[in-house]
Structure formats: structure tokens, C-alpha cells
């Protein structure tokens, strides 16, 4: 009976960077089960990979699948795909190491209705799932047991013996030959297959990529089209309220034409029949609506100048709260400079008075004792005055600050990132030369020879 090596479950999790996570099988079904959650994988698709691993931690077999996980990092309960029966009855895939393994994807499904929940590995040069699952293998942080490679040892019921007439080859450098060449093309063979099948694989990829971007760019445009066709039957509906309106408007104006037409018809009669009947009651009819417009009027102007004049007080009331307002601004404002003559300098000077003295610690300067003549000076600048204490210019302190607190070489490499290379801390400033002693070695001699040329 031919024993068959061992081989080992394991699953193996991806995001955008590779590899995230690996576990073995019996921990995957603990997650599957839901005693187990991962809260790193809460509400996320994750693409998983099943393996076969030998005792040599080679890869035998892979199963590439999709994986739900709710909000809680539990596993999707409804997922149920057979990755062993998958495994099985694959066809081949690459060879990473121990031949060509068993593969199971998008492309390459032996079950169809499984095929939607499967995925399809990348084999680019910038990306490839095969290497990072075959280097992520042979780490073994799983700490699977590792046999070493023995000669495969034959049974003595499988020994057979040869006729005596072959016992002995007519030209045994002529049957090496043979065997090597037999043996050279049979390799030859199965690279070749193996290269038109990672060649098949990534052309099902490429299409499958080219039809994800078509349907893509399909979505796209139905989604501008419907989006213009929207915009366009609202410019629609926009045209055809406005054109209703200006019908509506070039109704009512012909109505009030219509209007005007007839009551000036009408005044037309009427005048000629008052001219008619009476000049006297036409001019009595004049007068007394000259009478009633003059009324009108005077009673127009009356509220009128009512109206003015209550305008007038309320714009007097406004203008002297207005006066009011800026007094008491104006009284706020000195009663503020007031208290801030009394609150800073007078407080420092009681202290003072009082024996209380300010004093300021700055590196190189030390401690520094701040007379309070000076205190202004020193709240405006405190660098310029620590400088000054040292006998060095502000600059020059402040770039010896840097280099006592962080002593490496502030110089620019051609990539645009600092030097950083560690320096003899210069303790006292009045001994630091900006770019010598910020410098190491290198850079002080590109400084000189700049400072040359």
C-alpha cells in the first residue's frame, strides 16, 4: 500500500497590502461556527485563500474565495462552499515548488454555481498572490511540523526482476543519453503547460478585468445619460411652465386691453352724452371731481407729513441713544485702560518691592535674573534677550538651540531629506559656527568649497 504524505489545512486572508492574517483550519472553523470574531475584518469583504500544505511547506493546493464578515467581526452564517471538495477536483495550477498544485478560482471552477463566490489571483509583476502565499509558507508562523526530504524508498512486492538477456545495455553512455533527452523534453513539456496555463490564467484575468472596466464605464455613461436626459426634460418642464405663464400674462393683457378699450368707450359715451344733455352739468361734474381729487390729495399729504414727522422723533431717539451708547463706550474704554495700567506693571512692581525675584532658565544662558526694568524687553523678545546675555545674535542662538537639543547635521541630501548624522554637541554659543559646527564632516567640506568658488 502506498502511503501518501501528510498535508496540512491552513487559510490565509488578503487585503491591498497581501498577506494580513493566517490561521489553520480548525481556527477558520471556529470562526465559520461563531465562537470566534475578528474585529479587524467588521463589516468587510475579505478575499481568503484555502491551502494544502506538505510536510515540506510546500503548496499542494489553493482555493481562492470570498468571505463576509458582519458588523461585529462575525463570519457570514449563510456562507457554505465544500473547499475540500473543491480542492480535490480542480485542475492544475502553477508549480510552486512540488509541482503543479490543484488551483480553484474565478477563472478555473470545476462546481459553476460556486463561481461567483470565488476570486481570481493577480500574477503581475508588481503583484503576485502565488509568490506571497509560497513566501508566507515557507515562514511558517503557523509552526506546522517540517520533515526533511528522504529518498522515497521502493517496497520489495513492487521489485521485478529483468530478463537475463537485458541484463546487461549494449552502450550504457547511449541509454544516459537517451533517458537525459527523454527526460530534458519531458520537463520542457510541462514548463511549457504550465506556462500556457499561467498564460490562460492571466488572459481570463485581463478579460475579466477589461469586462469589469467596460461595464464600469457602461455604468458611467447610462449614469450621465440618464442624469442629462433628467436635466433635460426639467428644462423641459421649465420651458413649457414658463411658456403657460407667458400665455396666462398674454391673456390677462388682452383682457385688461379689452377692458380698457371698452371703459374708454364707455366714458367716451357717456361724455358725449353729458356734452349732449348739458355743458353745465359737465363743468358741475368737473368741479366736483376736481373737488374730490383735491381732498384726495390733501388727505395723501396729511398722512404723509404724519408719516414724516414720526420719523423725525424716532430718528432724534435713535441719534440720542446713539450719543448715550458712545459715552458709555468711550466711559467703558478708560475704565479698561485703567485696569490695565493697574493690573500688569503695578502687580510687578509690588512684587519687586517685595523682595520677589524673576528669574528665567535658557540653554547656554542658564539661569538669568530679570531686573524689572527689563521685563518688558524680555516679555517682547525672550530669545534676543537670552541671546544678548550669551553675546551671540538671535539667529545664531536660536540655530545653536537646535543643534544643542538635537546634535546631527542639518544639511539636505540630493533626495530632500535631512543628514541627521550624529555631531559633537557644542555646549557654549558663543563657540558655534553656523555650518561647521551643524555640519559633519562632509558637508563642511561642500560648504568650503562653495564658499571658494
Known amino acids: 500500500m502506498q502511503i501518501k504524505p501528510q498535508t496540512v489545512e491552513a487559510v490565509l486572508f488578503f487585503n491591498d497590502g497581501g498577506v494580513c492574517k493566517e490561521m489553520l483550519y480548525p481556527e477558520f472553523e471556529a470562526v465559520l461556527d461563531g465562537m470566534v470574531n475578528v474585529p479587524e475584518f467588521a463589516d468587510q469583504q475579505m478575499r481568503v485563500a484555502y491551502l494544502l500544505i506538505n510536510t515540506r511547506l510546500q ?178 418642464r421649465e420651458l413649457q411652465q414658463r411658456e403657460q405663464s407667458a400665455e396666462e400674462l398674454r391673456a390677462q393683457l388682452s383682457a385688461q386691453a379689452e377692458g380698457f378699450q371698452k371703459t374708454r368707450e364707455e366714458m367716451s359715451r357717456q361724455l358725449r352724452a353729458l356734452e349732449q344733455n348739458s355743458r353745465t352739468e359737465a363743468e358741475a361734474a368737473r368741479a366736483q371731481f376736481d373737488d374730490e381729487l383735491q381732498r384726495q390729495v390733501a388727505a395723501a399729504v396729511a398722512e404723509l407729513k404724519e408719516q414724516v414727522s414720526i420719523r423725525d422723533v424716532e430718528l432724534a431717539y435713535r441719534n440720542e441713544l446713539d450719543s448715550d451708547l458712545q459715552a458709555e463706550i468711550e466711559q467703558l474704554q478708560k475704565q479698561r485702560d485703567a485696569l490695565a495700567e493697574q493690573s500688569g506693571e503695578r502687580v510687578l512692581e509690588r512684587l519687586s518691592a517685595l523682595g520677589v525675584t524673576f528669574m528665567a532658565y535658557h540653554p547656554g544662558a542658564g539661569h538669568l535674573t530679570i531686573p524689572l526694568p527689563d521685563m518688558a524687553r524680555y516679555q517682547h523678545n525672550p530669545i534676543a534677550y537670552a541671546a544678548a546675555k550669551c553675546s551671540v545674535s538671535e539667529e545664531q542662538y536660536g540655530q545653536w538651540v537646535q543643534h544643542y537639543q538635537q546634535p546631527t547635521c542639518v544639511a539636505t541630501l ?27 564632516a562632509r558637508h563642511r567640506s561642500q560648504n568650503r568649497l562653495r564658499t571658494g568658488s
Open 414 to 440: 540630493t533626495s530632500g531629506e535631512r543628514c541627521n548624522m550624529p555631531l559633537d554637541k557644542v555646549e557654549a554659543p558663543g563657540r558655534f559656527q553656523v555650518g561647521h559646527s551643524n555640519c559633519c
Open 59 to 236: 503548496i499542494r493546493a489553493a482555493v481562492f474565495f470570498y468571505l463576509d464578515f458582519n458588523d461585529d467581526g462575525s463570519a457570514d452564517s449563510g456562507w457554505n462552499i465544500p473547499l475540500r471538495s473543491l480542492a480535490e477536483r480542480t485542475g492544475r495550477g502553477p508549480d510552486l515548488g512540488a509541482g503543479p498544485i490543484r488551483l480553484a478560482c474565478r477563472s478555473q471552477c470545476p462546481v459553476s454555481w460556486y463561481q461567483m463566490h470565488l476570486w481570481d489571483p493577480q500574477t503581475t509583476q508588481s503583484t503576485n498572490h502565488f509568490l506571497m502565499l509560497r513566501d508566507r509558507v515557507k515562514r511558517n508562523q503557523l509552526g506546522l511540523l517540517v520533515e526533511e526530504e528522504m529518498p522515497q524508498t521502493v517496497p520489495t512486492e513492487r521489485l521485478q526482476m529483468v530478463a537475463e538477456e537485458n541484463w546487461y545495455a549494449a552502450d550504457p553512455a547511449k541509454q544516459v543519453a537517451t533517458r537525459r533527452a527523454e527526460k530534458l523534453e519531458q520537463e520542457q513539456r510541462l514548463k511549457a503547460a504550465q506556462l500556457i496555463k499561467q498564460q490562460r490564467l492571466r488572459i481570463a484575468n485581463l478579460e475579466q478585468q477589461r469586462e469589469a472596466d467596460i461595464n464600469r464605464l457602461r455604468e458611467l455613461a447610462a449614469q450621465q445619460q440618464a442624469k442629462l436626459q433628467d436635466e433635460i426634460a426639467q428644462l423641459r
